[in-house]
């Protein structure tokens, strides 16, 4: 079973198609600028072949037109027809409190996806594009999945998602916590579970998802108590370009005296701060540590800060969960930053870290290691992310039961 994986943004589109029997990838791509002049497609195969073309993709539609392109014909051709596509599955962001779990797509999902459009005005519509596009482009013939980027997070107890604010914006407007990079949490959790040889309902996991966009999340028995993420992804510890949670009244102080706009201090917050406000160097940590090690004081302090942020979260959920069993680190800082895993490991090394720093050094480029030694009361493991997997693992079980019935 082949199953065409895709994440649609508002001017892009990535793929992969992953043959589901082995688990492999037999092809990955990305269409950039769409709707924008300068339109490109770019992919390879599980053979190495790669191509790269300029093309102006004026929708969504054109833009797997493109795919289809890519997949049917060419060098970089894997399957002879659109029938050796048994399924389509969407990354969604934001399924609010509507979806708790992976669904097949039909008319009234897509409404529903539609409604938390308010919620996610960034994705959500982007993903509505992507989903109508594929059906007009692949057929109703050809089964859609949607997996929400949230619903891991849909078991948080209340104490945990409501803000205290006044409750009837809850009840009006559902501003919660919801929390976001799900997919990637789920699939490590269980990854960390499956290399302890343990069951992961007797598990306490920390799951650290750390890249430009990054959060931390607790897992208890298999459930999510807790994640930094928020209403949006701006909430949590700093990051690339993203502020972090941040003292309200700063915001409302620099309103006042900037004369800003909601626009413009949605823009400074998401897309100014973080580590490229602080260092004035780059959201990029390969080039905040080159600045740092140069003698650049605010890219050492960049880095400095988001350590400790990270440290505090990780602690906070030891404290909610009542001890840890094991913390994970992926995404592309928490998969190739060595001394920033060394310093979290050496922090928690009171609590029985035992950081193994030649494994840590090595764990790097994607491979997956245990980087404390043996024995060492709280394991701790570098774990590559792969949402692109659990969502295929996840169309597949829904398509395969269609089929069943």
């Given amino acids: 079973m082949n199953i065409l994986v895709i994440n649609a943004g508002s001017s892009s589109l990535k793929y992969q198609l992953i043959n589901m029997e082995g688990e492999k990838v037999l092809a990955k791509g990305v269409c950039e600028r769409i709707g924008i002049e300068g339109g490109m497609i770019s992919g390879s195969t599980a053979e190495g072949k790669k191509f790269e073309k300029s093309v102006e993709m004026k929708n969504h539609t054109v833009a797997f037109l493109e795919v289809k392109e890519a ?9 002879d027809d659109l029938s050796d596509i048994a399924a389509i599955g969407h990354r969604i962001v934001q399924g609010g409190s509507l979806f708790n779990q992976s669904v097949l797509i039909d008319d009234d999902v897509i409404k529903g996806i539609e409604s938390l459009n308010d919620l996610a005005p960034l994705h959500n519509p982007a993903h509505i594009q992507g989903i109508n596009a594929c059906l007009e482009v692949f057929g109703k013939d050809v089964p859609e999945v949607a997996v929400f980027d949230n619903a891991f997070h849909s078991t948080m107890p209340p104490e945990a998602y409501i803000f205290p604010v006044p409750y009837e914006y809850y009840e009006k407007y559902k501003v919660r916590r919801y929390g976001f990079h ?8 269980a990854r960390c579970a499956e290399l302890m040889g343990k069951d992961i309902k007797d598990l306490k996991i920390i799951t650290c998802h750390l890249g430009n966009g990054a959060s931390i999340t607790a897992v208890k028995n298999g459930k999510v108590v807790d994640t930094s993420m928020g209403l949006t992804p701006l909430d949590g510890f700093m990051m690339g370009t993203r502020t972090g949670s941040l003292d309200p009244s700063v915001i409302t102080f620099l309103q006042e005296k900037e004369g800003w706009t909601p626009e413009q201090t949605s823009d400074i917050l998401n897309k100014k701060s ?9 959201n990029d940590d390969r080039d905040v540590r080159a600045a740092a090690a140069e003698g650049n004081k605010r890219a050492k302090l960049a880095r400095d800060i988001q350590w400790y942020q990270i440290r505090k979260y990780i602690g906070s959920y030891i404290a909610a969960m009542e001890g840890v069993d094991a913390i994970t680190f992926a995404g592309g800082l928490g998969e190739n930053t060595a001394d920033l895993r060394e310093n979290i490991c050496k922090k928690f090394s009171f609590l029985g870290v035992e950081l ?39 169309t597949k079980e829904i398509v395969t039961a269609l089929v069943k019935a």
């Avoid at 997949?71 to 399957?79: M, R, S």
Wanted: negative net charge.
């Fill in 274 to 282: 973080g580590v490229l406000g602080i260092s004035g160097v780059s």
């Fill in 356 to 394: 193994d720093e030649e494994a840590n050094e090595k764990a790097i480029k994607g491979k997956e290691a245990e980087i404390t030694k043996p024995g060492s009361k709280i394991r701790v493991f570098v774990i590559p992310t792969n949402e692109e997997l659990l969502i295929a693992r996840d």
């Fill in 71 to 79: 997949l049917l014909h060419g060098e970089c051709k894997v399957i």
């Fill in 182 to 189: 799900g997919t990637s949490h789920r699939f490590v959790s």
